[in-house]
């Protein structure tokens, strides 16, 4: 019996061992899955979070956007401090041990790596860019620039300067950064699509601190913060089209010294004599396509279409007739004056006229020929212009509206500016102002068409433009085939002739027909092109081909009577592996088409 007992007792605690293995693992097992499924929910609460943190961090920093742009500074300090305790609480939740853990996990591991460096960049942003600029968003709203009393505050904008050029490099680093940000195999479509979002919102601030850079280290010393500074104002009419907008029928010099701005002298086109020659050498090119006149009378300086030759040539012809020294050019049109009129409101004239956003085109361009004759007319554009001034130097205006104005002129080429200085210059470049000819990349054609007018009148009130550009993949080689249409219309009355004043139709006497319109028209391809073949209408078109500035340059004539309409039709060949769809810059003229695009089939060109 003993021996009985002790051989189950020996059974027993045989098995005990293996037994409290199992054990073991299955406590193990259990405790490795609590675990488990502890850190997933930690994981997954703490993704909500951040998740719910950044979603009212983008709607913060949309409203601090708005507050810096209006120059809310209260508001935008105060926004920009809520948005950093939440972009700060997002990065805290995901990136605690737990966290940066499951970033180490394949494949699954790349979405919390990655939401980690987002959350970081976004920190680094708000507390590198978006509060340093809250703090000078009194400074960089078009408020800082509206003049009082005829005086600017230079103080404003250099005080400014430290933290807009801190922010964009803090950008312009963070760009970069998400730029490099690569989600791995296994990242989920969400956060492939919060990269390209946080890319796309980085860009664009990007490109608005770089402007408020670039206004805050030059604005200063061109408005006379280092001495006194000297400009020419043309004013362009679209009535009687140039290349870059219009005859230059008015000018003023006006001066500027510590912000404070002063009109100190006017003139018309008639007050220039014709130089024996060009007052400044041209390329034998400019030459051929626009003759030397374009360096000898004061109206045909912006024949040619970039604004930098036709600045200096302004800028010397002033030289040569009243002995002043400029140091830069701008010019705007009828159009942006409508803009502008917009932002000031109506402006009364001594002569008893309402200048107002609605009219300024029509008195400007068609009604003061009908009303005045001779020196009338040259005397009432000074008025206007003066009047228009006196408005704005004396900051008699509202400044969003005002600050819209001028970034529509812009963006539509009426507003253009040349400055003797280079890093200015470079400035003007930067924003778009600098009326050059179309810029190019390799794989991204643009083409300009520069009308001029042949009349020799004002006709050109009348005409209407339109512009159709497409492409089609038509050679093994990879070369596209490019195709630019120009739709001209003469929109005046029937009896135009007779109802219009001769000023206005010419009366011959360029040889042109009372009432019809005649019009230069130059279609600059992108350098990289080849001319291929031109039409007017459906039949085929010889044009005068040549090069400028390293540009192919077709350039013909059209003469169009009342009511009539032409297409002109230019084909090139672009470079091998550029892209299929070109587009197209056009003279800012009293009309703003939009160009449309052409579809062509490879039976539509020549190949």
Known sequence: MSQRLKSGFR????????????????????????????????????????????AASESLAKSVQSDIAQGHADEARAGAQRLATRVDAAHGYVSDPVWL?????????????????????????????????????????????????????LHLITSARPAVAHATDVLQGAYKRVAMVRPGYGSVPQLQDAVERIKGLLGQAVQQASAADTATSVLPSMLG????????VLFQNNAELRSTGGIPGAVAEIRVDHGRITLSRQASDKDFPMFPSPVLPLADQTKGLYGPIAGQYFQDVNLVPQFPLTARLAAEIWK????????????????ALGYILSATGPVALPSGETLDSSNAVRVLLSDTYVKYQGAGKDDFFATAASSIFAKVASGSFQPKPMFDALARSVKERRLLGWSSQQVEQEALESAGMAGELPAQTPVHGLFGVYLNDATGAKMDYYLREAYRVGGAMCRADGSPTWVVEVTLTNAAPADAATSLPSYVTGGGQYGVKPGDVKTQVNVYAPPSAIFMASWKNATPLDVHRDMDS??????????????????????????????????????????????????????????
């Not at 942003?125 to 960089?140: F, Q, R």
């Not at 280092?226 to 020419?232: I, S």
């Open 11 to 54: 059974f027993r605690s045989g098995l005990s061992p293996l037994l409290g293995r199992r054990r073991r693992w299955a406590i193990g097992g259990i405790v490795l899955l609590l675990l488990v499924v502890a850190c997933a929910a930690w994981l997954g609460i703490r993704g909500y979070l951040a998740q719910k943190e950044l």
């Open 101 to 153: 853990a499951a970033g180490l996990v394949p494949v699954v591991g790349t979405n919390f790596s990655t939401t980690t460096q987002l959350t970081q960049i976004l920190s680094d942003v708000t507390h590198g860019a978006v509060i340093p600029l809250s703090e000078v968003s009194a400074s960089i709203n078009p408020t800082a620039v509206k003049p009082e009393h005829g005086v600017l505050d």
């Open 225 to 232: 913060d280092a001495g006194p500074r000297t400009y020419l």
């Open 320 to 335: 040569r007739q009243y002995g002043i020294q400029v140091d830069g050019v701008v010019s705007l049109d009828p159009v």
């Open 550 to 607: 390293g540009y192919p340059v077709a350039q013909t004539y059209l003469e169009l009577a009342p009511g009539q309409s032409a297409t002109l039709r230019f084909q090139f060949l672009g470079a091998s592996q550029a892209g299929q769809q070109p587009d197209v810059i056009s003279t800012p003229t009293v009309n703003n088409p939009k160009p449309s695009e052409l579809s062509l089939s490879c039976e539509d060109v020549v190949r």
